[in-house]
């Protein structure tokens, strides 16, 4: 069973704009993660945060933490070409060896 | 360092035969995990290590069998290929079980 929803599926902005992706999920965490994923290769860590913070940074990246709603978003300023990707969220709760992931948010950025 | 391999990049497989998914790390982390990720899909955990001579099952077993012999290496045997084993699978690695490396995957085609 999946823990975490991205939302929404698909995204497509212009570059330059902003881009925000949501995910929502079930249980209690011990941390929330997002990842990168590039057509057809494997996934890249992009930041991960604990559930006793509620944002953190990095680059262009933002992400917050809401854990009264259960939900995070991933924030990435000044969008460019190479964004363009799939992102996925991923859960880990008391063990951290197990990450539940997200059906991922497909983002594109027109040039 | 290399990181983590995977080999090999694409197999085709006939119903009812097996084969193994090779996979190492370089980055001497105890835990490993091997994910199928199917369309429109979420990672969903298969199997996963802790370390050396500790395995455990993920979320979908049926049909895998892992192994962890060694730090380095930690293989996924289909034992009888079906048309449901169809996906692409990921092998990652970690330390303490959080920030997650990710190999460039395996397509598996089963006919």
């Known amino acids: 069973s999946q823990q975490g929803e991205e939302d929404p599926q698909a995204l497509s902005i212009q570059e330059g704009e902003n881009a925000t992706m949501n995910c929502s999920y079930k249980t209690s965490i011990n941390n929330l993660q997002w990842y990168r994923q590039n057509s057809g290769r494997g996934l890249v860590h992009l930041i991960l945060?604990?559930?006793n913070e509620r944002e953190k940074h990095s680059g262009r990246l933002r992400v917050t933490l809401d854990t009264s709603k259960k939900s995070s978003s991933l924030l990435i300023t000044a969008s460019r070409a190479a964004d363009t990707a799939s992102y996925f969220c991923a859960t880990a709760r008391d063990s951290n060896y197990q990450l539940i992931w997200g059906a991922g948010t497909k983002l594109i950025i027109k040039p | 360092n290399a990181g983590v391999t995977q080999t090999p990049k694409f197999q085709v497989l006939k119903t009812g035969q097996s084969m193994t998914l090779q996979c190492a790390q370089d980055m001497n982390h105890e835990y490993m995990s091997w994910y199928r990720q199917d369309p429109g899909m979420g990672l969903r955990l298969i199997h996963y290590?802790?370390?050396?001579?500790?395995?455990d099952q993920g979320e979908v077993p049926n049909g895998y069998n892992v192994s962890r012999s060694t730090t380095e290496d930690f293989p996924l045997r289909l034992l009888s290929a079906a048309p449901s084993q169809t996906s692409v699978y990921f092998c990652a690695s970690s330390f303490r079980g959080e920030t997650q490396y990710f190999g460039p995957g395996t397509r598996l085609l089963v006919l």
């Open positions: 945060i604990r559930s």
């Open positions: 290590s802790v370390g050396a001579g500790i395995t």
